[in-house]
């Protein structure tokens, strides 16, 4: 079975750096891996240092800035493991949303109720439609996992905000398609007894294609896959970044809270840009190390129970291969 790893919190506080780092250990220990990102910011291209684009692809030893073909680096990748990426589009899930509102008109329009084309174009007009990001990616989750192309796939997910409405996606989105499930079976019994009354037996040469019917329930059955994968405890662990201050304790906190009330595993906080070793010469470094040092006692205190990594502080951003390499070997697997 796949296993999924998913890392959230706060926004600027490394979740893409954890996730890179935690898909290059995974991928020297042997494991087909695949990062995922579901951040509309698509930080995951600048990390790695690789364009990424809608479909998964295998990052070579190549792609490694400085590196000719045939090198390793610092990324030497056991013979069965390997690393794959991919940056999730939006934008390319519009299409699917299209047809399936394309698929309701017809039906209102077989039962007498006008809803044309422009119309429903109209209703994409001003880009996807809210939520489309969260729907794109768990209705990617089911198929990345469901695939058993890989061993282990990682999620570098959005923002805090984000993440608990991909989390409640499911649940929110559940009656709506009930309710549109309703309307198009009402609207199809119409409009086949309206043929029916004028064509006769003639009817059933006429009849429409199930398809669209098919669609929309596999649309809601993936995402019902969804809710039961996220909720595996067996298969999935969602990770927690933050960094060593106030308020994003405070929203790891609300975010643990509401993981735990949907019944998604937690495990592990990730504290990131934590000052380890301050410059004896340097009172500022050595009141931000003591500052540090406070908020990690908090956190310990706050989230009892919970494994707490500490990630040290680093000059620049962490980008390319080899730099997300180093902080692969200070996370856990």
Known sequence: MTDCIFYGGKGGVGKTTCAAATGVRLANSGRKTLVVSTDPAHSLSDSLEVALGSDPQRLEVGDEPGLEAGET??????????????????????????????????????????????????????????GSDELAALDLLVEYVDSGEWDTVVFDTAPTGHTLRLFDMPDAIGPALETLQSLRGQAQRIGTAAKSAVFGPMSMMTGRSDDEEESLEAFQARLERARELLVDP????????????????????????????????????????????????????????????????????????????????????VQGLEAVGAIAAELPP
């Open 73 to 130: 680096g610092d990324l030497e990748l056991d013979e069965a493991g390997s690393l794959w990426a991919v940056e999730i589009d939006p934008e390319t899930q519009q299409e699917r949303y299209e047809k399936l509102a394309r698929a309701l008109a017809r039906d209102l329009r077989s039962a007498g109720i006008r809803l044309g084309d422009e119309e429903v174009e109209r209703i994409f007009a001003s880009g996807a439609p809210a």
């Open 234 to 317: 067996e298969r999935t662990e969602f990770r927690v970044v933050l960094i060593p201050e106030k308020m994003a304790i405070a929203e790891s906190e609300r975010l643990v809270e509401t993981l735990h009330e949907a019944g998604v595993r937690v495990d592990r906080l990730v504290v990131n840009q934590v000052l380890e070793a301050p410059d004896d010469d340097c009172s500022r470094c050595q009141s931000r190390h003591e500052r540090h040092e406070k908020r990690l006692a908090e956190i310990r205190e706050t989230f009892p129970g919970l494994e707490v990594v500490t990630l040290p502080e680093r000059e620049g951003e």
